[in-house]
């Protein structure tokens, strides 16, 4: 959770990686959430929470990434939740993908979860799981949830599973800093706008059953 901030210190509540508020003209807002309090993030401020020495919060096997999430739908643009992987691949711009990236749609059409294995993959063959239909959601308290176990990625709304992905790789960390609320390459495209809370990595791919009790 962000209950304990001091100053710009965001503190990590189970290890030594305490994260950072950043802005460009201000920093994200310490506000009421779902499990106590959560950061409120405004579109076009340059706002953003970075976790640098991630590596070692990359596990390669399995892994779970979940957030509580409130999506303000009077912006109707696309918003990374959290992840720190390079931006997708474009045609000839395609380039190695490594870590994750977690992050909503435009007008939250679909939740999409990456994942990078360290090659170089053409945009439409990018490794990825995606949840649909999730325009009715916006503003409302959501729990995202996006798992891999080694073979086949998930992704659950409010601890159901709502896609999955037949994915069988190895995730390769990336020298890059954990970013929640935006997107390190260019935070000005994709801003997310609302509120964040409780945010968690796991290195386990966690069950439904295990997601539901994590979110209660």
Known sequence: TFDD???ET???TVGPHPGKLCGDTSLPEVVNGIA???LRFEP???QYV???RMTDLCPAEQITVMAWVWVDSKTAMWGDILGYQPEQSRGDKAHPLRGFR???TWGCKSIRFYIGDGTTRPYKEELKCEALDLQRL???WMHIAATHDGSVMRVFINAVERGASDVVARIVPSTSPLIIGNYLGSKTIYPFHGMIDDV????VALTEDQILRAAA
Request: charged share 30%; hydrophobic share 30%.
């Open 5 to 7: 901030i001091q100053g």
């Open 10 to 12: 965001v503190p990590d």
């Open 36 to 38: 106590g309090k959560a």
């Open 44 to 46: 076009g401020q340059g």
């Open 50 to 52: 970075r976790v640098d």
């Open 102 to 104: 977690l992050w909503k």
């Open 138 to 140: 916006q503003n409302h």
């Open 200 to 203: 968690r990595i796991y290195d």
